[in-house]
């Protein structure tokens, strides 16, 4: 679930100017290889099995990209992997980290096509919000992302690497078994999780993988639109946390701020909650409701929000609209966001009220990918001068 508000400009990178990413590496890359597909490439490569083991290890306990160092493996074993094999992470495009603390990447992939990730910071934890797709296929009427068309689906692999390179840019290497800051993750970036199924539950299979980076079901929210059947395998192949993009409460409004809602109607999508498998009071389904000034902003709304999830473990985040240039709404005023939370909490539900974060690097998901071409430029140079700096202090004092 995005929520843009710069100019949209879904574009191929010869259409905006921006540097395809180099793809002439015809190496393997083994980031989104299942332990199964990486156990068989070995084995294709004449390697017993615990081989495998020992490169998991590697790559997703230890986050190593350069054989060479993985001092456990067999030396001709390294150069073999080397020769044929790469640790592929996501080109930075752009990395801003906000005065809150927020950062932000613009990462490219091989074919030059980009999605943005977000790391937002609570004291001594946060969550990564990942994308899965470069834009969106559905069209989400309050979503500029939305606006922007299906440009494809990233890989397992892609999916995987937006977090490793999320960990590699905070250097939390190996897989902390205690405290992490990167502790959670989030997949409400660019796209719709539940229409690249297959590729978001094989890189999410990969991050839960106990002997790898090692993070918890409970520590990972998926969030739908509302893809009733697919709701269904969610829960019973991955059993991450839900959250549903709500926004309204009759067919009518659904059905024109999430189209989606035609195919997939209240009633149905209610159900599919109901019977989500690992809901329950302790880890309740998140519906997440955008506060539209006049649309479904009402204290009549929120006294029918509560009738609706009767029986439902839910948790509500109220996200005041962000704005965008010929957006068709308005946020609503600060009063009927505070008096609609009341209504929920007096019905005993938590309702928190979304602040924003990283305002100031335009960090609420889709913004960067649509911003306009000339602010982006312009940010990328402001990223290049920061990082060129960097390195020529570390060269100074090395
Ligand atoms: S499903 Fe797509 S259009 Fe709808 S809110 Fe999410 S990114 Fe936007």
Known sequence: MTQPQTQSQTQSPAQNNRPAAKSRDKRTDLVGLSRNELGELLKDMGEPAFRTKQLWHW???RGETDFAKMTTIAKSMRETLSEQCVIRRPEISLEQTSRDKARKWLFAFPDGNEAETVFIPEDDRGAVCISCQVGCSLTCTFCHTGTMGLVRNLSAGEIVGQFMAARDSYGEWPSPSGTRLLSNIVMMGMGEPLINFDNVSKALKIIMDG??????????????????P?????????????????????????????????????????AACRRYPSANNARRITFEYVMLRGINDSPADAR?????????????????????????????HADDIKRFSE???????????????????????????SASTRDLD????????RKAARETQHASTS
């Open 211 to 228: 002997e790898g980076i090692a993070i918890s079901k409970r520590r990972i929210t998926l969030s739908t639109s509302g893809l009733v």
């Open 304 to 332: 029918e929000l509560l009738r609706m999830v009767k029986g439902i473990p839910v948790k509500f985040n109220l996200i005041p609209f962000n704005p965008w240039p010929g957006a068709p709404y308005q946020c609503s």
């Open 59 to 61: 790559i997703y306990h």
């Open 343 to 369: 209504i929920l909490n007096d019905g005993g539900f938590s309702a928190p009220i979304r602040v924003p974060r990283g305002r100031d690097i335009l960090a609420a998901c889709g913004q960067l990918k």
């Open 230 to 270: 697919m709701m269904d395998r969610c829960g019973s192949e991955l059993g991450v946390n839900l959250a549903v993009s709500l926004h309204a409460v009759t067919d009518q409004l659904r059905d024109v701020l999430v189209p989606i809602n035609k195919k997939y109607p209240l009633k149905e999508l209610l």
């Open 378 to 385: 312009r940010l990328r140079a402001e990223s290049q001068q």
